[in-house]
Each structure stands twice: as structure tokens, then as C-alpha cells.
């Protein structure tokens, strides 16, 4: 039976982000899955990054492997927003610097041992792992209104279930929500010729427009008012930047700075991409029936829309006894709020070894976490705390990958 020291389960900038944190510290890894799967599979050609460059790193400890070396490596510019295939080619050749020996086989089950857990691996295999770090993403949380819950996803779908919207092309589609993911859909899908009309229950669309002048790099105050991991407005950032500040804070402080970083906002430059599709605010759908191959949409003021089908840009919500690959005996134990479990400062749960980063971890450490550019923070506390007081040196094998990305082009 194979063992290691930790195992990652997920291939994704914070799975990425921990192993290359983790073989830093010293640690023997064992990563799976398959690398930037969601990104690939759940996100929508076309789409470009909200997030501004210096918040699109995935972390390394010696940040040799940015945006900015993997431009150098390849001997290319990247356009700004960075579209997704680039950041998708840029976690892949990220990838191939730090686990080379990515396993991409799934893990079907986690149980726990006497000395740690077991995983039992696609095709029968069983590893043995003292440490397991979760980094498997949010694909599994797809908040689905219950309204839409005995719809057939060929009339009712969440926006996480395309890759190509150009299947709509000709149909008529309403876009629910309105934030970055709806609104962005509803652009994408207009673009593509569909017939789109966006609901969405704010009275207006709330826009990333101000924030420019201060986001100015002629302003002499912007990383006062700014951090670079770019969560949260004017100030705010600086302290959701640091969520070993916000994690002392009082809870109902904490959960205000998380709701004022996360509000549904659309990118400034989204506004000209939507000026022609139709925009419906301060409105909610109350009831959806399927006739046929239509579905009628009726919306709280008695209007009543036929169409081809309904898009749900309605975020996600974070559930992890939905993760399937985590044992009844792990997903019972768990301590949890609201689907999040409960970390300690070095991201590990109530269940000894068992550490979550990414999305999981916005209970424990705010909203930072659902973003790339938390991977800088998650991967040095994670790090930390894992390899505990080993104080182990790197040896050179350790140290070759952090290299390889100012040496040579990673290809």
C-alpha cells in the first residue's frame, strides 16, 4: 500500500497553490485530480478575468512562477483582463513546474485511520496519507433556486453546466442574476446571437466603475486604499487582505466585510458588451412551468415571459458534505456553519489532519479565499501549519522547480 505525508485532493490554483507551498516545507505530497478541471469544463469560452492582474498569481513561495515568468517563459504578452484560456494554459504550465507527477486519477473516498486517512483511488487502489488538504473547488455547490429544482436542465440550467453557449445561438434565454457570472453570460450569449433578457433583483446593475481612478497606477494613494489582492472596496481591502486580522474581529463585523467584498457587481468593461440586451431590475421570476419545449417565466410583477430556456447566474453556495469523495464518518463529524467547516488559523478542521482551502475556508478566514489571489495566503499558513516545527532545509531536487521558470521555457 502507497503512503505519503499529504495528500491534496484537487488540481485547481489552490490545490496548485498547497502543493507547491507544501513540497517547499519539505513535505512528501500525492496530488489528484485533474489540473484547472472546473476552469476547463465549467467556465464559459469567452469569459475574461474580473480580477485585475496582480490578483491572478497563483502563489508559489518563491514566486517564481507568476503571470509575469510565464510570459517570459513562453515569450508572450497576455491580454488584460486575462482571458480564460490563457489562465487555463497558465495553471497547466504552472502545473507542470510544481507536480510534474500529478495524479489524475479521481479519488472516490476518504476514510479516516488510526494514523491518518485512507483514499481510495479510481481503479481499486488504496493510499495511506497522515495529512489531507481539500482544494477540490466549488463545482459541487451550484446554488440552483428551489423554484427551478423539478426542472429539466434542458429548460432550466446553472451557468456552471456550459463550456460553449453558442448552443443557444437563435433561442430566446433569460439570464436570472446580477452578478459578474450572469451578466457576463448575458453578454456572451447576445454575442453569440441569442435572443437575452437579464433579471435581476437589484434595482439597478451594480457596476466595478468607480474603483477605476483609485485602481489608476498614476494614483500615488492607490495601494494605500488597495491591497493587491484586490478583495473589497476602498480600505476594506487592505483589512480582507489580511484574514488573520479579520478572523479576531467580532463575527457580526466579519460577516458585514464579507457581504460589502462579495456583493453581485459586473466588470466596467462588461458595460458596453450589454447595452444592447434587454435588462429587467428590481424584479424576480415567483414561477417557472415547462410546456413542451418551452418554459413560461413569471416574474413578481405579473408579467409572464415564453422562452427557450433559463440561465441561472445564481452564484454558489458552499456545502461540503457535498463533496461525495468525503466518508459519511468524515462528513458527519465535521464541524460545520452554514456548510463551512470550522478551521483553525492554520486551515485545519475538527478533525485532525483534515485541512480545507479555497472557498471552504471564507467562513474561517473571509472572503479572500474565494479568490486566486488568496492562494498566497492559504498556501504559506497551510505550509506552516502542515509541516509543523520540522524546520526542514529543501534539498536541491525541492528547489528545482521553483527554478525551472526563470531558467528555462517549461515546455
Known sequence: MSNCEAAIIGAGPYGLAATAHLRSAGLQTWTFGQCMEFWQNQMPAGMLLRSPWDASHIADPHHALTLDEYEKARSIRLSRPVPLNDFIEYGRWFQRQVVPDLDTRRVQQIQRTSTGFRLMITGGETIEAQRVVIAAGIGPFARRPSLFSATPQSLASHSSDHRDLSCFRGRRVIVVG?????????????????????VLRRPSVRWLRRSALFHSRYNPFRRILYHRTDVGP???????????????????????????????????????????????????????????????????????????????????????????????????SLSQVDGYPELDRGFQSSIPGLYFVGAPAAWSFGPLMRFVSGTEFAGRVLAKAAAGNRGARLSAEKLQWARVAKSQSGW
Do not use: C
Not at 452578478?179 to 447576445?190: C, K, R, T
Not at 429587467?280 to 417557472?288: K, M
Not at 415564453?306 to 468525503?326: E, I, K, N, P, Q
Open 234 to 332: 476602498a480600505v476594506l481591502s487592505q483589512l480582507v487582505s489580511r484574514p488573520d486580522w479579520l478572523r479576531r474581529l467580532p463575527l457580526g463585523v466579519q460577516q458585514k466585510a464579507a457581504i460589502r467584498s462579495i456583493r453581485p457587481a459586473g466588470a466596467a468593461w462588461l458595460v458596453p458588451r450589454v447595452q444592447a440586451v434587454r435588462i429587467t431590475t428590481g424584479r424576480h421570476v415567483i414561477n417557472a412551468q415547462p410546456t413542451g419545449d418551452q418554459i413560461s417565466v413569471t416574474l413578481d410583477d405579473g408579467s409572464m415571459r415564453w422562452v427557450d430556456h433559463v440561465l441561472l447566474g445564481t452564484g454558489y453556495r458552499v456545502d461540503v458534505s457535498r463533496y461525495a469523495f468525503l466518508s459519511h464518518d468524515i462528513a458527519e
Open 178 to 198: 446580477g452578478g459578474q457570472s450572469a451578466i457576463e453570460s448575458a453578454a456572451l450569449l447576445h454575442e453569440t446571437g441569442a435572443d437575452v433578457e437579464l
